[in-house]
């Protein structure tokens, strides 16, 4: 029985059993939960968020952070207000605005990858001055009145009941599995999280991962904004403020540790599911946001204390195991 039920000893295996509980409980606490409408609306809410954590899976795997996602989304968004208030037609602010992406993510790329100062240090300054020129660019007002067509991307469905960016999602995410777990690159990845000097003896080409990594990061990280220019219909200098933490939490409650390394994609699509129904079956209860974002902010804790916690035991029950403490899965006792 033990071994039938291994799968259930993984991260994966909790998490599913944790995604259980939670849709349980949400149905039974709200009747219109599993209606149509709301599964789209579960996704919708937090579709930017989920996109750019697909890309910072492959920044933790390989063993940094990028805390400056969220205000990259944030002023990709106001230089697209900005712009278009000035009068520049809306299709070359959203050039505008994923060009400003690129540099953003090669600014951080070079001090990380080039430079070798910590991605922490590097990506918490750009957190504030990419947030800072947010605020220069809109000030306290909050720019709207595009055009329909570009609301429309973002508030009405384009294929069939998906809208745009849940298309995006859905290809992104194919991408990135493909390119982590099948392509010489997402062993790159892995392998540098590993051990960064032994991959570099080896042969790895660290500063071009690192910096093709941060680009990207950037670069959806603008998209990102933009889609949320779209859904919102109007932009604001705080737009996106604060996304970093539910970003960093789907991304590490999905088994990546933080040490980097290791991590799958299907952790982190489990750990998504579990915190956008964990946010849905709060919104439908009414639940204030400040309390929200303590439950996310626990379960960041969690995520990154829980996996650690359960490798010390493992590794202290095998101990056992070896010196005879304890029998083996299995085995009779006495004989």
Not at 115 to 143: M, N
Not at 158 to 178: D, K, N, Q, W
Request: charged share 15%; glycine share 12%.
């Amino acid at each position: 029985m033990l071994r039938r039920l291994e799968w259930l000893r993984r991260w994966e295996g909790l998490l599913v059993a944790i995604l259980v509980v939670v849709v349980v409980v949400n149905a039974v606490q709200s009747p219109v939960y599993l209606s149509v409408e709301n599964q789209i609306n579960l996704f919708g809410l937090f579709i930017e968020k989920i996109i750019v954590a697909l890309v910072m899976t492959f920044i933790i795997i390989n063993g940094e952070i990028d805390l400056s996602v969220a205000s990259v989304m944030g002023m990709s968004a106001c230089l697209l207000a900005r712009l278009y208030e000035i009068g520049v037609p809306v299709q070359w602010g959203i050039v505008m605005a994923l060009l400003t992406g690129v540099l953003a993510g090669a600014f951080n790329g070079f001090w990380i990858a080039v430079v070798g100062l910590p991605s922490l240090a590097v990506t918490l300054a750009g957190l504030i001055g990419y947030r800072g020129i947010a605020l220069v660019l809109l000030e306290d007002r909050s720019i709207g009145y595009f055009p329909d067509w570009f609301n429309a991307l973002g508030q009405k469905p384009l294929v069939g009941p998906f809208p745009l960016a849940l298309i995006i999602f859905f290809v992104l995410l194919v991408i990135a599995v493909v390119v982590l777990q099948y392509s010489g690159f997402g062993r790159y990845v892995y392998v540098i999280g590993n051990n960064r000097e032994v991959a570099r003896y080896s042969g790895v080409k660290v500063r071009r991962v690192k910096m093709a990594l941060f680009i990207a990061s950037s670069t959806v990280a603008a998209l990102a904004g933009l889609l949320i220019a779209a859904r919102l219909g109007a932009v604001r200098g705080s737009t996106a403020e604060g996304f970093e933490l539910d970003i960093i939490t789907m991304v590490l409650m999905g088994g990546v540790s933080i040490f980097g390394g290791t991590g799958t994609l299907t952790g982190v699509l489990l750990s998504i599911l579990i915190i956008l129904n964990l946010r849905n079956g709060m919104l439908l209860l009414n639940i204030p946001g400040h309390t929200q974002t303590g439950v996310i902010g626990v379960l960041l804790i969690l995520s990154v204390l829980t996996p650690n916690l359960g490798q010390e035991f493992r590794a202290f029950w095998s101990r056992r195991r070896r010196t005879g403490l304890a029998p083996a899965p299995g085995e009779e006792k006495g004989g």
